[in-house]
């Protein structure tokens, strides 16, 4: 009877996910302190019974209960105990377990961190959470039960998808949702203010390291996504513009937005609508990812689900969230509105071109994204929308940024001077021209020259991470021992150390990669560079669950074997579903990467792919810098030495800049 009770569990959170949203809200506005003192009862007490029902559904697939119909559409006798985890959130109603359990994990923690909030103010922000948890397993309970039983139980199970039978997919979807339902946080955080009308910059503070952390681990998930689909696609590319993968990306450019938009809010008390507005769309867009992957509007490789019934619940649900958040922002803006002036040339104007680029980028995103959609509904033809769109528009949006982020920390804030910042700058800009020169002559005397795009990666990568290094080195000299190096200010360096690292790796590898279809026969080689491939044949070979045909590829330079890749041509026993496993020789400046395609003719020879890949691995070395600065971040004791609100002057008149090392911190 454990699924039944699975399914009990779900009923009595999504009772207690009601009381959560409605009496602590309620409480707060009667300024009733008996109301208000049930939202932490209900956060344990819905957590306890979520944790119960994922439980549940975990010991059914590792106990093989195929009396589950999930259970036995998704796993059988012969899957690997570890991907059986794996299984759990492998298919659309398991996914949306692990959704509200994560919607979960993030309220009890703002329960149990947030005591020195008031009262009134984190009843709101319970109650918020509460909604959205109320709506999700509401939606589990009616339209994606994964306790339904299977009657009669069949003897064996069907198989989990074997594109996700991968060690990637079982960190990568949980890391995902993090990021995901993260953002309901700061949407929530937004939203009681909204409520309370207290529209003072204190939400801001109490909200900024829970946006942190859930921007990092959204850019872990992101990068663990692309990592996966890289080595298991058999594709070689790391990023396809994808709708799925899209759905993921906008809510990080608007949380990228939204994370420099707060740091504004909360030290200058300026860009309190953008703070407001983002924090609503950047969740928003959230939604709006979990409804294009389940409603079946959209194909991709990484959808859950097809049901057009379910993609509506999702869809009414989000017009409920987007229509409710902008109504109340509406009745509140004349209250949002106002701040501190600032002058044209001030960290304040490059933060709102920050802003404006990331939030604009997130727009063509969302266009390119959905106008097939909207195309095929106005009977305007199929119109695909891929990577050249996408490529040329991204690039064009981000290069303001990339070129104006070494000028932010040297600006001040209110009114700075261009003079000085150029100044401090200048080594920086001389570095990386510099570089990318040296690095074109060199490339052109020994090889075969450098692309355009790898010296404008080059340049860039280095001007963006010469001009972090150059103000680390200014804090060092000049601001006060004990200031030198806030926790905040290490996770920004680290953030913008990552991004060009980032930056170098992706325009470096889209210029440089090489790739070759050839067929080989045995003891054949070819050659790509400085390496020769050398094909020494196939042989079977048998996994837990699938039979293979494993290839066997030397890797020579200069006559010496350097290493030895095998990529296999899976087929899985339980659905003959085939699947094609590559193999990397991985290296901090290069990936060799075999992928074994179809035999061709009688004499042992296969169609193969052959990849060489420099500086690829900087791509998510950089989204790991990029981790590790939110979460620094995040951490700045400041945070948690909360001031009692106090709202800001609508307007002040500008004061001279400041010249002191403290007004540039």
Not at 303 to 329: E, H, M, N, T, W
Request: hydrophobic residues 55%; glycine residues 8%.
């Amino acid at each position: 009877m454990l699924p039944e009770l699975g399914q009990f569990a779900l009923i009595l959170a999504l009772l207690l996910a009601a009381s959560q949203c409605v009496l602590p809200i309620l409480g707060a506005q009667l300024g009733n302190r008996a109301l208000i003192a049930v939202a932490r009862p209900a956060v344990a007490g819905q957590a306890v019974f979520v944790v119960l029902a994922f439980a549940i559904l975990t010991l059914a697939f590792v106990t093989q209960d195929f009396s589950v119909a999930y259970v036995a559409q998704n796993s059988n006798s012969v899957l690997p105990w570890y991907y059986r985890f794996t299984a759990v959130w492998g298919a659309h109603e398991g996914s949306m377990l692990l959704w509200v359990l994560v919607l979960n994990l993030w309220t009890v923690a703002v329960a149990a961190f947030s005591r020195r909030l008031p009262d009134d103010f984190i009843a709101r922000v319970l109650g918020v959470l509460g909604f959205i948890s109320f709506g999700f397993l509401l939606f589990l309970v009616l339209a994606s039960n994964p306790f339904l039983r299977e009657l009669p139980m069949p003897v064996d199970g069907n198989d989990l998808n074997p594109v996700l039978q991968d060690p990637g997919m079982i960190v990568h979807p949980p890391m995902l949702y993090m990021g995901f339902v993260g953002f309901s946080v700061a949407f929530s955080f937004a939203i009681a203010a909204l409520l309370g009308g207290n529209l003072d910059v204190a939400w801001v503070r109490w909200a900024r390291p829970w946006t942190n952390v859930a921007w990092a681990f959204l850019t872990l998930g992101i990068a663990l996504g692309s990592w996966w689909a890289y080595y298991e696609l058999g594709w070689g590319g790391w990023w396809f513009w994808d709708p799925v993968e899209n759905s993921s990306f906008m809510p990080w450019l608007v949380g990228t937005a939204l994370i420099h938009s707060q740091a504004v809010t909360e030290k200058r008390g300026s860009f309190r609508a953008w703070t407001q507005l983002l924090a609503i769309f950047a969740f928003s867009l959230s939604l709006l990812g979990t409804f294009l992957v389940r409603s079946g509007v959209l194909t991709s490789v990484h959808s859950f689900a097809a049901d057009p019934k379910r993609g509506l619940f999702i869809l009414c649900f989000l017009a409920i969230v987007i229509g409710g958040s902008l109504l109340l922002y509406a009745l509140r803006a004349p209250k949002v509105a106002g701040g501190e002036p600032f002058a044209a040339v001030s960290r304040e104007t490059l933060l709102l071109v920050n802003n404006l680029m990331f939030t604009v980028a997130a727009a063509m995103v969302l266009l390119g994204t959905l106008y097939p959609m909207i195309g095929d509904a106005f009977n305007l033809g199929r119109i695909s929308i891929g990577p050249p769109y996408f490529g040329f528009m991204f690039v064009l949006l981000m290069l303001p940024v990339v070129l104006l982020m070494p000028f932010g920390p040297f600006i001040k804030w209110r009114a700075g001077d261009w003079r000085v910042a150029l100044a401090a700058l200048r080594p920086a800009f001389v570095g990386a021209i510099a570089c990318a020169i040296v690095a074109a002559i060199l490339a052109r005397t020994f090889a075969d020259g450098l692309p355009s795009r790898a010296i404008v990666g080059t340049a860039a990568s280095l001007w963006v991470g010469l001009g972090i290094v150059l103000y680390a080195l200014s804090r060092w000299r000049h601001a006060p021992r004990g200031r030198r190096y806030t926790p905040e200010m290490l996770g920004m360096i680290c953030a913008h150390f990552g991004v060009a690292v980032f930056v170098a790796g992706v325009l470096i590898v889209e210029a440089t990669s090489v790739e070759k279809d050839v067929r080989l026969a045995p003891n054949q080689s070819v050659t790509i560079g400085a390496l020769d491939f050398r094909f020494d044949g196939v042989k079977e070979a048998k996994g837990p669950n699938f039979t293979a045909q494993q290839g066997t590829l030397s890797v020579l330079k200069d006559g010496n074997v350097v290493a030895t890749l095998h990529p296999q041509k899976r087929v899985y026993l339980r659905n003959q579903q085939p699947q094609t496993e590559s193999a990397i020789d991985p290296g901090l400046f290069r990936d060799v990467y075999v992928a074994l395609g179809e035999p061709i003719g009688t004499d042992g020879a296969w169609a193969v792919r052959v990849y060489v890949k420099p500086f690829v691995r900087w791509i998510w070395l950089g989204a790991l810098f990029m981790v590790l600065g939110g979460l620094v971040a995040a951490a700045d004791r400041r945070f948690r030495a909360l001031p009692a609100p106090k709202t800001l002057p609508t307007r002040e008149p500008l004061a001279p800049p400041a010249t002191n090392a403290e007004a540039n911190a």
